[in-house]
């Protein structure tokens, strides 16, 4: 986690491997060009949103691709999703998410995702092979890339952007000097930036694209177990008052956040993002009540114990922005629909 922390404490040793980022750069432009020029667009395939970023780490494109399922479904859209399925192994590709699938078969995000959606999620890291098979199947009118934003031989109708509005570009370089996947000029071509947080001091940084902010809400706690929920203010805490964090996720420091900010002093316990837990990893001292996110629940369903309970949150987004993105969406919807 040290050089993380340097990105975004904009330490100045990391000038020292400026070098190797204008290098990185250099082979992501020729890359891209590669890429490009193999795209094509299948007359009457479903438009596709990409929901990316461009640094490495959480940004909260998981809530967002959640929460831009359920408004497209609310206005008679039928959306899909498709997915790399990062630390999965699926036994087929493309490979469709269902009830009984696993965490090592689609990766942590897709379980998550498909578990808080009624729609297809496909896993598949050649995602031009997933569209077509979505294109062939005709079961959606609309395609969600989660992630997929340096996928350059996907053709692509909108982009939108994720950015965590704590750590925002942090000191703007790309890797290994810093955090980004490409320069941050690759912001001014995008559709929107969304920012994780208050975006009133984003918007000097991240330029003239359009810029709207959502805001992760939670909502209550849920036993592993027992799947029980109980509000924000009622978890069982047991007679220690001891609370265990525990987070696998791209940036453990805001889930952390979160919890002392629902009033609790937690025990803070970070794993490298995707981490796969172990029994092992959730044995503290006895009478210690254990939270994590969703994502990471995904994956400790099956050891927890009675005293394991994870933050069920919602994404927040400004009715007018929703208004916007919807009347976008359908515009391109409607475009594929006359052709």
């Known amino acids: 986690m040290s050089?993380?922390?340097?990105?975004?404490?904009?330490?100045?040793?990391?000038?020292?491997?400026?070098?190797?980022?204008?290098?990185?750069?250099?082979?992501?432009?020729?890359?891209r060009r590669r890429l490009e020029r193999t795209r094509t667009t299948v007359a009457g395939s479903p438009p596709v949103i990409v929901v990316g970023n461009i640094t490495v780490g959480g940004t909260g494109k998981s809530p967002f691709v959640i929460a831009l399922v359920k408004l497209?479904?609310?206005?008679?859209?039928?959306?899909?999703?498709?997915?790399?399925?990062?630390?999965?192994?699926?036994?087929r590709h493309p490979f469709l998410v269902t009830e009984t699938s696993s965490v090592e078969e689609a990766g942590d995000e897709a379980i998550m995702i498909s578990r808080c959606v009624s729609c297809p999620v496909l896993v598949d890291s050649n995602r031009v092979r997933a569209i077509e098979a979505l294109r062939q199947q005709q079961s959606c009118d609309v395609i969600i890339s989660d992630d997929g934003l340096q996928h350059y031989a996907m053709a692509r109708a909108l982009e939108i952007v994720l950015i965590d509005g704590e750590r925002l570009l942090g000191n703007g370089l790309c890797l290994p000097a810093g955090p980004l996947r490409e320069p941050a000029s690759r912001l001014q071509e995008v559709d929107y930036?969304?920012?994780?947080?208050?975006c009133n001091d984003a918007k000097d940084t991240l330029g003239s694209t359009e810029t709207a902010s959502m805001h992760l809400q939670?909502?209550?706690?849920?036993?592993?177990?027992?799947?029980e929920k109980v509000a924000l203010n009622a978890l069982p805490v047991t007679a220690t008052g001891n609370?265990?964090?525990?987070?696998?996720?791209g940036n453990p420091q805001r889930f952390f956040r979160t919890v002392q900010g629902l009033g609790f002093s937690p025990l803070c316990?970070?794993?490298?993002?995707?981490?796969?837990?172990?029994?092992?990893?959730?044995?503290?001292?006895?009478?210690?009540?254990?939270?994590?996110?969703?994502k990471d629940a995904v994956k400790c369903k099956s050891f927890a114990e009675a005293d394991c309970w994870y933050l069920a949150i919602e994404a927040e987004l400004s009715e007018d922005f929703r208004q916007r993105l919807l009347t976008d969406i359908r515009g391109k919807v409607a475009t594929v629909r006359l052709t």
């Open 243 to 249: 609370v265990h964090a525990i987070a696998g996720i």
């Open 72 to 91: 497209l479904q609310e206005h008679g859209l039928r959306p899909a999703i498709i997915t790399r399925g990062y630390g999965g192994n699926p036994p």
């Open 193 to 198: 930036i969304v920012i994780n947080g208050d």
């Open 3 to 31: 050089i993380v922390d340097a990105w975004y404490k904009k330490r100045a040793w990391l000038w020292l491997l400026w070098p190797l980022s204008l290098l990185f750069v250099l082979l992501a432009r020729q890359r």
């Open 269 to 294: 316990h970070p794993f490298p993002d995707h981490y796969r837990f172990t029994a092992d990893d959730l044995r503290f001292a006895a009478g210690h009540t254990i939270v994590m996110t969703y």
């Open 218 to 227: 939670p909502t209550g706690w849920v036993n592993l177990r027992s799947g």
